[in-house]
């Protein structure tokens, strides 16, 4: 994911997939609305508002309101 401007906070490109459960609160809120409707195989790009990312705290280094950017494929999932 990157930081709105550009700057790179974390990859997973070249580890094994993420895997979450949909709703379980695993995840950012922002990512479990921006894989809703998604299809096996599908890409997204996710921008996400700080209101369902880190909020007005911040996390790390990721300031207060700042919006991310995620590049995701949805490999599979189960129901």
């Known amino acids: 994911g990157w ?4 700057t790179l906070f974390e990859t997973n490109a070249v580890s094994e ?4 459960r ?4 695993d995840v950012l809120e922002g990512w ?3 894989i809703v409707g998604m299809r096996r195989g599908g890409k997204r790009k996710l921008i ?11 996390e790390g280094e ?4 700042t919006t991310l950017v995620y590049d995701i494929e949805l490999i599979d999932f189960r129901r």
């Open 62 to 65: 990721i300031p207060p309101f």
């Open 17 to 20: 997939p993420f895997e979450f």
């Open 22 to 25: 949909l709703g379980s609160g």
């Open 48 to 58: 996400i508002p700080h209101e369902l990312a880190y909020g007005e705290t911040g």
């Open 3 to 6: 930081l709105h401007d550009g």
């Open 32 to 34: 479990d609305e921006g």
